[in-house]
Structures are given as C-alpha cells and as structure tokens.
C-alpha cells in the first residue's frame, strides 16, 4: 500500500485547508488511519484517526472541534478538515495506515504505511 498525502499550503490564522491521503496499491478498508504532524525540533505529534470500517473518529484535545477527519471509500482516500487554523498547527502533516491500531490510540508506533508527508503553514 502506497499512500500520497497532499493538500498543505499557507494559509492566515482563522483559515481552512483540507488535507487529503489517497491509498493506492491495496485496500485500507480494514486498517485505522491517522494523521499525524511534526513541527521543527519537536517530537511527531497525533492528530487524529478514523477507523475505516465503520468510521470511528478520535481526535487530539489540541483540534478537538477545529479538525475533522472522514473517509471516502470510493476513493480510498482519508481528509483531514482544517479549520479555524492558529499558528501553533504548523507542521508537516503526515498519514498512516495501521491495521493493528486502535481508535483511540495516539501513538505513531505500530503503523504499517506512512504517506510522504505535506507542509502546512499558518502565519499569525
């Protein structure tokens, strides 16, 4: 399983972007998919994951209600919906494929497949 990431950008604070994660090469319909980010000098960081069978979400405090993560099985392609982004959301913007991952984990251990990561930039 291939996994593409894309959609980052700079934006302004209060802005949106809408990131996407296409899988290509297998299926993911079994698997847990998550987002992650890494700032510069920091450690990566969850953000969100969807369970692809079903749709189970689970967020970090810090995008709770800001961050929306959903699938398209059409399209074998998760989103992370950003809004209301703040300076402190910048980061590269990684997703990952587990098929062991619970819903609720937020570790970056354990996942199968990890896109190439995308640059999201919020300036204040």
């Known amino acids: 399983v291939q996994l593409q990431a894309s959609g980052g950008g700079s934006v302004q604070a209060g802005g949106s972007l809408r990131l996407s994660c296409a899988a290509s090469?297998?299926?993911?319909?079994?698997?847990?998919m998550g987002w992650f980010r890494q700032a510069p000098g920091k450690e990566r960081e969850f953000v969100a994951t969807?369970?692809?069978?079903?749709?189970?979400?689970y967020y970090a405090d810090s995008v709770q209600g800001r961050f929306t993560i959903s699938r398209d099985n059409a399209k074998n392609t998760v989103y992370l919906q950003m809004n209301s982004l703040k300076p402190v959301d910048t980061a590269v913007y990684y997703c990952?494929?587990?098929?062991?991952?619970?819903?609720?984990?937020?570790?970056?251990?354990?996942?199968?497949?990890w896109g190439q990561g995308t640059q999201v930039t919020v300036s204040s």
């Open positions: 990952a494929a587990g098929r062991a991952i619970t819903s609720t984990s937020t570790t970056s251990r354990g996942y199968d497949y």
């Open positions: 090469g297998g299926t993911v319909n079994s698997y847990t």
């Open positions: 969807i369970r692809w069978h079903g749709g189970t979400t």
